[in-house]
């Protein structure tokens, strides 16, 4: 049951994120998203990639705060409740059919034996280490796009 | 409760977002439900038949997805201070017209 009712939030919340117009309300809702999906992998068992989830999700959502309060513009008129009611109920029916509905996978049979840290440090190591590597070009880039934008408006 | 057609219905929810909505905020916001959607499926299933290798490429994942938002927020910071707008449909009217006025002033020449 505490599943189902995660799904339907779920479904509700990724909605409101989008349908909402002022960024603030939007990635609150993003944020409930994000809480309820760390709850789902904790509930199926996934602790780690959960507080990954919750770490990752909370950077995310402060950047995201400042740059959507910062940046964006207000709008001219607010979106009656009404329809904001509309689009919550819209979201539960569409969350339905992942409850009540099934679809049958067969589970592929490899590597069912491993320990979590045994993937990620023996089997993925490398992509671990690239992964890094990314990360660090991704950070470099942005800070010398920034940094040239910078010199140029001066 | 079938975590594929959640999937599929959080997928199709940021698909949507990311074709109908112009501001680069609710872009982003459509890419990080894309994102989840995607990877709920690897947890989920890992999980499901107790496997570690599923989370330990969701982790993986997650790291690439902070990329892709710097990524976004970098071109949003850019957008915002070059143009004054974080809308995408005028940013691209922007650069269209600023791609043709020198090819009018070479014609007019």
Known sequence: MIVELIAVGLVVSACLAIYLDEAVYSIASLASMLV??????????????????????????????????????????????????????????????????????????????????????????????????????????????????????? | MDYIILSVVLLAVGIYGLLAKRHLVKVLI????????????????????????????LVLAFSTDACVTAIVLALLVIATKKYGTCDIRKLAEMERSADEEPASVEAEA
């Open chain 1, 36 to 154: 309820l999906m760390a709850v789902l992998y904790a509930l199926n068992g996934a602790v780690f990639v959960a507080v990954f989830q919750l770490a990752v999700g909370a950077g995310t959502l402060a950047v995201l705060f400042l740059a959507g309060e910062m940046l964006s513009e207000k709008p001219e008129k607010e979106k009656p409740l009404k329809k904001i009611f509309l689009v919550a109920l819209l979201a539960v029916v569409l969350s339905l059919p992942s409850i009540f509905f099934s679809v049958a996978v067969m589970p592929a049979n490899i590597f069912s034996g491993l320990s979590f840290a045994d993937a990620l440090w023996n089997l993925r190591v490398i992509d671990v280490v690239l992964q890094g590597l990314v990360i660090m070009t991704v950070a470099l880039g942005i800070a010398i796009v920034l940094h040239e934008r910078k010199e140029g408006e001066s």
């Open chain 2, 30 to 57: 459509s890419i990080e439900i894309i994102a989840v959607a995607a990877s709920m499926n690897f947890v989920l299933f890992a999980s499901s038949a107790n496997r570690a290798l599923g989370e330990a490429f």
